[in-house]
């Protein structure tokens, strides 16, 4: 995504994860601005082919390609409502985010139920 704006997106290094351990697989749903795909988090120190390292099914929420700086702050406000909440049983748990290099990624745990609908 190319977004032109001035707008830095906070890092917090407790949170960043590395974008080669993320692997999009297919998209879960979609809003005005943004998707929700799921993924796999691969753990951080395996090897390319180590089979015994488990690999973690996450959802990602990122922005369309279409969105503007207000979704992007947004996005952003969301995450750090995460962050701020931390673990807790009745709340979506938030894993990570890549903020650098490419497009806001905000991990979170994937339910297997499915949305709320």
Same mark, same amino acid.
């Given at each position: 995504? $190319?977004?032109? $704006?001035?707008?830095?997106? /906070? $890092? ?19 809003? &005005?601005?943004?998707?929700?795909? #799921?993924? @796999? +988090? #691969?753990?951080?120190? &395996? ?6 390292? *488990? ?7 990122? +922005?369309? /390609?279409?969105? !503007?700086? *207000?979704?992007? @702050?947004? +996005?952003?406000?969301?995450? !750090? ?11 979506? *748990? %938030? @894993?990570?985010?890549? $903020?650098? %290099?490419? /497009?806001?990624?905000? @991990? +979170?745990? %994937?339910?297997?139920?499915?949305? %709320? #609908?």
């Amino acid at each position: 995504m $190319t977004m032109l $704006t001035d707008y830095e997106v /906070p $890092t917090d290094l407790a949170w960043e994860i590395d974008r080669s351990r993320l692997k999009l697989c297919d998209v879960l749903g979609e809003g &005005a601005f943004g998707e929700v795909w #799921r993924g @796999i +988090l #691969r753990p951080k120190y &395996a090897k390319e082919n180590d089979k015994s390292a *488990k690999e973690i099914p996450v959802a990602v929420k990122k +922005l369309k /390609p279409s969105a !503007q700086e *207000k979704e992007l @702050i947004i +996005l952003v406000g969301e995450m !750090q409502i995460f962050k701020s909440i931390g673990e807790h049983k009745n709340v979506l *748990k %938030l @894993i990570g985010c890549c $903020t650098g %290099l490419g /497009p806001l990624f905000v @991990i +979170l745990e %994937l339910c297997p139920y499915g949305n %709320l #609908r």
